[in-house]
């Protein structure tokens, strides 16, 4: 079974640190983009920075500088390490797969995936 699990969410202030963890099983990194993607309160899912099966990064600019996505291959692990946090950044992240590609913006259920659970992470001024 294919699954992805988060972690490493919480509260942090702005201009801290936090960093995030995805945890994969049922498949392993050289068959599918790793992706991480945010949905704040009332807006839409966006994706924050994804890592294709070769290697290559993608950040949003808003993320571009501060934020870091590497992957743990033995370990079946992505992280992102997320620095300079900014208030509006408060959102829930999810950790996302898929064998084809992924798109710059989707949600949970929007046909690719899998998705993890999401885990919130909250930036206070």
């Known amino acids: 079974e294919v699954q992805l699990v988060e972690s490493g969410g919480g509260s942090v202030q702005a201009g801290g640190s936090l960093r995030l963890s995805c945890t994969a099983s049922?498949?392993?990194?050289?068959?599918?983009?790793m992706g991480w993607y945010r949905q704040a309160p009332g807006n839409e899912c966006e994706m924050v920075s994804s890592i294709t099966r070769d290697g290559r990064t993608y950040y949003a600019d808003s993320v571009a500088g501060r934020f870091t996505i590497s992957q743990d291959n033995a370990k079946n692990m992505m992280y992102l390490q997320m620095n300079r946090r900014k208030p509006e950044e408060t959102a829930v992240y999810y950790c996302?797969?898929?064998?084809?590609?992924?798109?710059?913006?989707?949600?949970?259920?929007?046909?690719?995936?899998?998705w993890g659970q999401g885990t919130q992470v909250t930036v206070s001024s």
């Open positions: 996302v797969a898929d064998e084809i590609r992924l798109p710059l913006n989707g949600c949970p259920g929007d046909g690719f995936g899998p």
């Open positions: 049922g498949f392993t990194f050289d068959e599918a983009d």
